[in-house]
C-alpha cells in the first residue's frame, strides 16, 4: 500500500473512492494562471502542426490517383478547409470551461461511458507517436550524414527479424531520446516549442523549395501534367482526396478541447484556427509539390519523400555547401516532427490516459508511456506494410468521427452550451451525467450507428466484392459517420429526454452547477466580451469541494 500511495499523482484529500477515478489536478477545468494560449499561439500551433512529413507528401497519392497537380492542391485546400470548423466547434466547450476532451466526452457519454472514447483516442495516439517518431528517425539519419558521411556505412549488427538495421535503429533511437525533455513541459509552456518551430520549419521549407527550383532550372514537369482521369471517375477522385485530408484530421477533430482548455479566452481557440489550419496545409503541400516536380527535372523520376531526395543530394561527393544546406534542412524537419508528435500525440495521449488512471497518471506520465509504447511496438514494421496501415487509420477515423457527431450535438442541440461542472467529477445518481449507471445508451446507439453505416464499404477496402453505393459511403465515412450519429442522438434525445435538458431552453454557454440565474448572466456576459471565462466561478467550487 505504501508504494502504491507513491505511485499516486496530486490530487484533493478526502475524495471518495469513486471521484478518485474521476479527477486529479490535470482533469479539473484550468486554473486562470494555466490559460496561456493567446490568438498567435494557435497560429503557431497549426503552422507546427501542418509543416510535417506527411503533409508534404500529401499531394502525392492524388496525382498518382490521377489528379492534376492543381486538381489535388484544390482538394487540399477544400479538404483542410471543410475540417476546419468542425475543430473550431468541438473545441468551443474546452475553451469555454477550460476542460479537456475526456471530460467534454463525459457530458455526451457519460461519466463511466466516455472511457471507451477516450481508450479509442489514447491507442491512436500511442500508435502515429511510435510512427512520427519512426520518420523523424530519418531525418536524423540525414542529418548525420551531413555531418560524418560515414554513418551511413555502419555495419548492421541486428538480425533480419528485428524489420531494421543498426544504423536505422540508432537514428530512431536518437530521435526517440531527444524527444523525451519535450514531453516534460506542462501543457501552457510548450506553446513555445510550437512557436520555434513556426519560425524555423517555414524557413527551412521555403529555403528547400528555392533550392531545388533553381537546381533544376524550373519548376519541372509535374506541373505540366494533366490530369489523367475524366467525367465521373475524375470527381470520386476528387471527392476521396478530399475526404483523405479530413479523414487525416479526425483525431484532432476529436480531441480539440485539449489545446483549447489553456485559451486565455474563447476566441483565441475560434477564427485563428478556422484560417490557420487550410492555409498552413495547403502551403505545406504546395511546397511538396513544386519540390517534388523539380526532382523529376533534376533525376528523371518524381521524388515525393523530402528525406528521400534530400538524401539523394548527399550522394557522390557534394560539396561544403550542400552539406551544410542538407544538415539546416534536415535538423529543421527533425523540429518540425518532434513539435507534430508533441502536439498530436504525446499531448493527447497524456490527456487520454490520465482520465484512464487518474489515480496514478497525470499528462506528463501519459506522455511518457506513449513514448514507451511507440518505441516498443516496431512502428517501422507498420510503415512497410503500407496499404494496410492506411486502411487501418481510414477505419479508425470512422470511430472518430461518430464520436465527434455525438459530441458536437450533444453541446449544440441537446445541452445548448449549458454545462454541470461539478456533476463532470462526483459519481451522483441524481447527477446530468449518471445517465444510465454512468453510461449515456443514447450516444452509444448513435456512434455504433455511424460506425456500421461504413462498414460495407470498410470491407470493400480491404479487397472484398461490395455494391459500388456501399465504396463511395466509405468514401465519404468522416461525414457519414458525423452525420449517422449525430442525427440518431438527436432523435433519442427527442423521444428519451436526459436529465437537466429542461433547463437549456435556449442556447447559452454557462456552467448551471450552484450558479444563481444573476451570476450566469454576468458570467455570461463576461464570456461575450472575451474578459474572462463562464466556467471561472464553477472552477473555483469544483477546485474547492473536490
Known amino acids: ?31 486562470e494562471e494555466k490559460r496561456t494560449w493567446g490568438v498567435w499561439n494557435f497560429v503557431a500551433f497549426w503552422i507546427a502542426d501542418s509543416f510535417n512529413i506527411n503533409t508534404w507528401m500529401i499531394v502525392s497519392s492524388m496525382v498518382q490517383l490521377g489528379l492534376s497537380w492543381w486538381q489535388a492542391w484544390v482538394c487540399v485546400w477544400i479538404g483542410y478547409g471543410i475540417v476546419a470548423p468542425f475543430i473550431v466547434a468541438n473545441a468551443r466547450p474546452g475553451a469555454i470551461f477550460h476542460v479537456t476532451f475526456p471530460i467534454v466526452a463525459r457530458t455526451s457519454f457519460g461519466l463511466w461511458g466516455s472511457l471507451w472514447c477516450v481508450f479509442n483516442r489514447g491507442v491512436m495516439a500511442c500508435i502515429w507517436y511510435g510512427v512520427q517518431a519512426s520518420i523523424g528517425g530519418s531525418c536524423v539519419l540525414v542529418m548525420l550524414r551531413a555531418m560524418w558521411p560515414s554513418v551511413n556505412n555502419i555495419p548492421n549488427h541486428m538480425p533480419e527479424s528485428s524489420g531494421t538495421t543498426t544504423r536505422d535503429f540508432m537514428c530512431f533511437f536518437l530521435f526517440w531520446l531527444i524527444s523525451l525533455p519535450a514531453i516534460w513541459f506542462p501543457m501552457h509552456k510548450i506553446r513555445h516549442l510550437f512557436t520555434l518551430k513556426a519560425i524555423v520549419a517555414p524557413i527551412a521549407g521555403i529555403t528547400f523549395f528555392i533550392w531545388c527550383v533553381v537546381k533544376a532550372h524550373g519548376v519541372g514537369p509535374v506541373v505540366h501534367q494533366p490530369a489523367t482521369l475524366h467525367g465521373s471517375e475524375l470527381g470520386w477522385a476528387m471527392v476521396s482526396s478530399i475526404m483523405s485530408c479530413i479523414s487525416n484530421m479526425a483525431t484532432l477533430v476529436t480531441n480539440a478541447p485539449d489545446f483549447a482548455s489553456r485559451a486565455r479566452y474563447p476566441s483565441a481557440a475560434g477564427l485563428p484556427q478556422l484560417i490557420s489550419v487550410p492555409l498552413g496545409f495547403s502551403l505545406v503541400s504546395f511546397f511538396g509539390v513544386i519540390v517534388s516536380s523539380s526532382s523529376q527535372a533534376i533525376y528523371g523520376e518524381a521524388i515525393w519523400s523530402p528525406i528521400d531526395l534530400l538524401g539523394m543530394f548527399l550522394d557522390g561527393n557534394p560539396s561544403s555547401a550542400t552539406r ?90 441537446i445541452h445548448k452550451g449549458h454545462y454541470n461542472l461539478k456533476d463532470l467529477y462526483q459519481a451522483r445518481k441524481d447527477g446530468w451525467y449518471w445517465y444510465t449507471y454512468g453510461i449515456n445508451f443514447r450516444a452509444y446507439a448513435a456512434y455504433i450507428a455511424g460506425i456500421l453505416i461504413n462498414v460495407v464499404g470498410f470491407a470493400g477496402a480491404t479487397g472484398r466484392d461490395v455494391p459500388l453505393a456501399a465504396t463511395r459511403i466509405y468514401e465519404m465515412s468522416f461525414f457519414t459517420g458525423f452525420g449517422v450519429s449525430a442525427l440518431i442522438y438527436w432523435s433519442l434525445n427527442m423521444l428519451f429526454p436526459v436529465r437537466g435538458v429542461e433547463q437549456c431552453k435556449r442556447y447559452e454557454e454557462v456552467d448551471v452547477s450552484g450558479v444563481d440565474s444573476d451570476s450566469a448572466a454576468e458570467y455570461q456576459k463576461d464570456a461575450d466580451s472575451d474578459k474572462k471565462s463562464v466556467a471561472s466561478a464553477a472552477v473555483r467550487s469544483v477546485n474547492s469541494n473536490a
Request: hydrophobic residues 50%.
Open 324 to 413: 551544410f544546406g542538407v544538415w539546416f534542412i534536415a535538423a529543421s524537419f527533425i523540429i518540425a516532427q518532434l513539435g507534430t508528435n508533441i502536439s498530436a500525440n504525446s499531448i493527447s495521449a497524456g490527456c487520454d490516459l490520465t482520465a484512464l488512471f487518474p489515480r496514478f497518471i497525470n499528462i506528463r506520465r501519459g506522455g511518457y508511456i506513449a513514448a514507451i509504447v511507440g518505441l516498443c511496438m516496431l512502428p517501422w514494421n507498420l510503415l512497410k506494410s503500407s496499404n494496410s496501415f492506411a486502411s487501418y487509420l481510414s477505419a479508425y477515423s470512422v470511430f472518430l468521427s461518430s464520436i465527434a457527431g455525438v459530441m458536437i450535438t450533444d453541446y449544440y442541440v
Open 1 to 31: 500500500m505504501g508504494l502504491f500511495r507513491k505511485l499516486e499523482v496530486s490530487h484533493s484529500e478526502g475524495l471518495t473512492y469513486s471521484e478518485t477515478f474521476l479527477q486529479n489536478e490535470d482533469l479539473l477545468p484550468v486554473p
